[in-house]
T-cell receptor, first 115, second 112 residues
Framework: QKEVEQNSGPLSVPEGAIASLNCTYS??????FFWYRQYSGKSPELIMF????GDKEDGRFTAQLNKASQYVSLLIRDSQPSDSATYLC???????????????FGTGTLLAVQP | DAGVIQSPRHEVTEMGQEVTLRCKPI?????LFWYRQTMMRGLELLIY????????DSGMPEDRFSAKMPNASFSTLKIQPSEPRDSAVYFC??????????FGQGTRLTVV
């Protein structure tokens, strides 16, 4: 079992729709969860982070975390063609009394927003 | 701050040659990560450092790969000897513990 799993897609949505991206993780000790966006040929850039169960909203983006189900999701409202990119889920497990910091990424979901 | 700085941006080398990739993390960050990205395998964690100390190198593919962090502002990833299957984009990232990681622009390595 991979440590962080995502559907590779592509996920195709029409402009203005809600895009829903999902991620599951295997390590119950994980404490920090991140969503990154990566355009083709560029480096990953942070969109959202979430540490607690529930929802966290930032503009058109909402991150959702359910630690019991080991599940993280990202919702993008009013999707725009400029949102077309690969979305990477990342999970951070603190170990050894919080002294370490292992950040693992899923393989990413390719999102295509159709005009 | 200028962000995470990697060099070179592109590297083309012949099989068997030594390759050294360099990274300058964001000042004040105490964690540094080296990742390799390919279409087939995605973004793989090779090694990470906390306070300049290597914590987990289980992702390093084999003994041909080595990484060092002699001080808080500099790290290297070395491949010796290089092979065509090492061709990939190598990213360096830095962070504070438990916080988000910031990525450099990456080094695109091609081994012919």
């Amino acid at each position: 079992q991979k440590e962080v799993e995502q559907n590779s897609g592509p996920l195709s949505v029409p402009e203005g729709a809600i895009a829903s991206l999902n991620c599951t993780y295997s390590d119950r000790g994980s404490q920090s969860f991140f969503w990154y966006r990566q355009y083709s040929g560029k480096s990953p850039e942070l969109i959202m982070f979430i540490y607690s169960n529930g929802d966290k909203e930032d503009g058109r983006f909402t991150a959702q975390l359910n630690k019991a189900s080991q599940y993280v999701s990202l919702l993008i409202r009013d999707s725009q063609p400029s949102d077309s990119a690969t979305y990477l889920c990342a999970v951070n497990a603190l170990r050894y009394g919080g002294a370490t910091n292992k950040l693992i990424f899923g393989t990413g979901t390719l999102l295509a927003v159709q005009p | 701050d200028a962000g995470v700085i990697q060099s070179p941006r592109h590297e083309v080398t012949e099989m068997g040659q030594e390759v050294t990739l360099r990274c300058k993390p964001i000042s004040g960050h105490n964690s540094l990560f080296w990742y390799r990205q390919t279409m087939m395998r995605g973004l793989e964690l090779l090694i990470y450092f906390n306070n300049n100390v290597p914590i987990d190198d289980s992702g390093m593919p084999e003994d041909r790969f080595s990484a060092k962090m002699p001080n808080a502002s500099f790290s290297t990833l070395k491949i010796q000897p290089s092979e065509p299957r090492d061709s990939a984009v190598y990213f360096c990232a830095s962070s504070l513990v438990r916080a988000e990681a910031f990525f450099g622009q990456g080094t695109r390595l091609t081994v012919v």
